[in-house]
């Protein structure tokens, strides 16, 4: 058995109660363990004295089979400073599943990149309400799963979306424009896990046609959220966020045109955040770190 | 009498329903009354079907004294086209009051945008409700009245400062970060003439301590509006905007400092778009011209 | 013949040496000929005194058959004011020819909102010096003609290019990250109709990587700029820029990586720009108009 | 003696070639020493292979005095790791001269900041090479040197300037719109110390008159750099860029203009990154700290 292979380069992921020498205790495991730390973000939240931290580490030359080191982890730094911690390997792509309804744009924009390469994730499926977009699905040789959502039917959809879920080992889901609200039994399987796009710069606008609000209200500038959903309506954590100038001429049709350009670099910024374990999340309010 | 003199450069504004052919009529009746049109802006509103309309002209050669000019565009073009017009003639400066309480960087920014000229316009006087920036007033060579706003002393204090208002023959009210609700009976007076800037991206985070609120919410971009004052709170027609990135390492202190600058740069910006006359309100709404 | 159906929605763009009541007659014209002006939007150049001006006219109701209105346009305007004048028809679509290398970012964005109708064009051909990218071209069903370019072929390519060019009919052509330099006699035969995308803030780091330059000066905001082809490399009349800010955290990958999200957008809006015939070129710089 | 006094808070900078453990044995350093890291930001340069880091700690309770801290640092540390390291002291504000010409718009936003306690500095005095700008010396109190610059007296100038320079010992000087070249012998004073604005987006438009060259190109993006002064003009490391959009419509009088709340804003952000010690040089760029 050769250890050697056993980690490599990982990233590291740590809250706990922010307290005095947590960074060189921590960076010190790392070192002991032949890791070189090629990367350290941290975050005091100040409020509620929590410390975040994130560490890339480079393993290479290092004999430590990644049980054995996880196990130390535990009981020489996490079980000490009462850390919730978690570790991921370089080379692990999680599986990312999309919800849509009809707009295309965030789907395109997405697919066109996991095509590219730019979004190191595997896309098991794509589930809709609706079966309009088949034809991309197709075009880019993704299973494409049509369930009709009803008033009458969405117990028996969401039965079937969860059994999808598990059965392809679903890690995280993205809702690119899917125009249904998701059910608590499917926000509690994925906590902040299911991405969202809101067409609005959040809080304002919340809600359905926030395009139609942000018009009437005569505002100059609109923008787009991409939050984690979470049981309270467009009130999750947010993620990533991004607005751009409209002036009285432009009729609500060209706020839509301009508003879909913002949601798909909003939510693709935001989709690859989260592949690239960049988000941590306390408090309805993200860490990202840089 | 010398007519030639009496109109040079004006810029007109006009509104009224759409109708075929406003357009061609008012510019050929700049051209009868030997006046070049130098800028020419105008916009449907297309769900009141009102018409909006911004004129620069040159009249130098022109021999139609002003008010003939006014009668004769009242009876021929205003009359028959229902339309609602004003005249403005270069060169007149405006006189603007202010309304300040304790911060300084709104009144800074603004006084020395004057001082070079930047904004051409009078200020007969700064009122405050507090006495700290009376340095800042005498800086500047501007009188300062300190009239204290407390629940028992509003409507006296109210009183005195609409007298002042109408002594100095106030054209525009600019709210630089004053901390009390303008009583309606100011805003009757001064109807779309009354500029504020809130601190931060309306409708997002209406009413006090909005940078708490945003940092609460955890969102990412943070903003100011510069809008008139109209009944309602932080309801009025809003007339710029503008927006810079916070992350979570930001405090609210840090969103304060940021907000600062923001607040600065879009109320001058609000102040000189009406200054230019570049503001039409209707609907709640403004129409900016170029 | 149904004379009424002749012209329906026209814009008409028109430059010329300012004058005064040009304005006016022209609206005066339409106004005429029974047209009701529904956007009018003019631009002085002060240093050159030319007048331009974009006109969109609602002819419903008109019974002036298309050739006769031109006719008349000519010789009671046009000739008169010394002007250059087009006149386009709502709903003709325009032929746009797309030229590619090897990325694909932006040939994805401009499919995808072909796809979706978002640009009323024809697009009749994609041409490549690399075969990379036809899968895409045939997920979307147009023609790849896939056209190698060495030192050696280039002019028997471009022959071949023109050729094509000419077959369709091509009203203008993108440039969407196409990795050759155009031939002055292809230039030559589409003057502001070759649109361009760098990737670069230009003027800086005009030329050959650009984010490499960029990287290596240290600035902290790239940017991405489209514009018409010209026979000066990279300096032709300059349609959209669009920035985003870097930090000395960002590796070149990461700049191209960001630089992919500018380019496209870019790219994308100045098509827009073009097709909705709301750029005129004068003095190798653009009037875009509202 | 109370040794628990000598240190409270620092801010340590750090850079070194990059090697593993660094990051562990340096905090593990200010941890055997008492203190508590309360910000860790580094970087690795991968091109040079240079390891940056700034970490703020607090010494509450520890009973180092400063004198030995910084022994055993450089021992233990610096001398073993070949670090170049700073150590700065809470509360000690550095000491910034301002040069300044005629315009006064940087100047106004830089003393309005220091006034409202925004900048932590002392601003031992402003020297001119015009006299224009004494008025608003004296407004805020600080002393105004007159030191006229033709090519005859520029070394007498320069001579002047370094005494006063070094009479009041100061730290870092700020050429707020200062319209002269510094000298070499100043320069090589303040290596990293003088702070520069420039009125475009460099690297385009370097040199004299960026607003004209940038109304000439067209282009649809203006910007303004604040970077570190070295010989080479307008090409030292650049600290913060900002940018704002124009349009055909403006002049360049409005490029001016809107430069301005570009050039002050994007100055006092330089100022302040430099003041609170988070910009590290390397290789002519800047890591800029979060």
Not at 35 to 43: A, F, S
Not at 273 to 279: A, D, E, G, N, S
Request: with cysteine; hydrophobic share 40%; charged share 25%.
């Amino acid at each position: 058995m050769d250890f050697k292979l056993s980690i490599l380069k990982t990233t590291i992921l740590i809250h706990c109660p922010d307290q005095a020498g947590i960074i060189s205790v921590t960076t010190n495991f790392i070192h002991q363990h032949k890791g070189n730390i090629i990367y350290l973000d941290q975050h005091v939240d100040k409020e509620t004295n929590v410390f975040f931290m994130r560490l890339d580490s480079d393993f290479e030359g290092s004999s430590f089979p990644t049980e054995k080191f996880k196990d130390e982890f535990q009981r020489e730094l996490a079980d000490r400073y009462n850390m919730q911690w978690s570790m991921h390997e370089a080379g692990v792509k999680p599986k990312m599943a999309l919800f849509v309804s009809k707009y295309n744009h965030c789907l395109y924009d997405l697919l066109s990149r996991f095509n590219s390469s730019e979004l190191e994730v595997d896309i098991p499926f794509i589930i809709s309400n609706h079966p309009d977009l088949k034809p991309i699905a197709d075009q880019f040789n993704i299973p494409y799963y049509h369930i009709p959502v009803t008033k009458d039917t969405k117990a028996e959809a969401e039965a079937k979306q969860l059994e999808l879920l598990k059965e392809y080992e679903v890690d995280f889901i993205v809702l690119a424009r899917y125009m249904q609200i998701v059910s608590p039994k499917i926000i509690s399987n994925f906590p902040n896990r299911i991405i969202n796009i809101h067409h609005s710069f959040l809080p304002a606008f919340a809600g359905a046609k926030p395009y139609h609000a942000a018009f009437k209200r005569g505002v100059k500038i609109i923008g787009a959220t991409s939050h984690y959903v979470t049981e309270e309506l467009d009130a999750g954590p947010i993620i990533e966020q991004d607005v751009t100038t409209v002036t009285h001429a432009h009729s609500i049709k060209d706020f839509i045109a301009k508003g879909r350009d913002l949601e798909k670099i909003v939510l693709s910024r935001a989709v690859k955040l989260h592949i690239l374990r960049k988000t941590m999340v306390y408090n309805n309010k993200t860490v990202i770190f840089s």
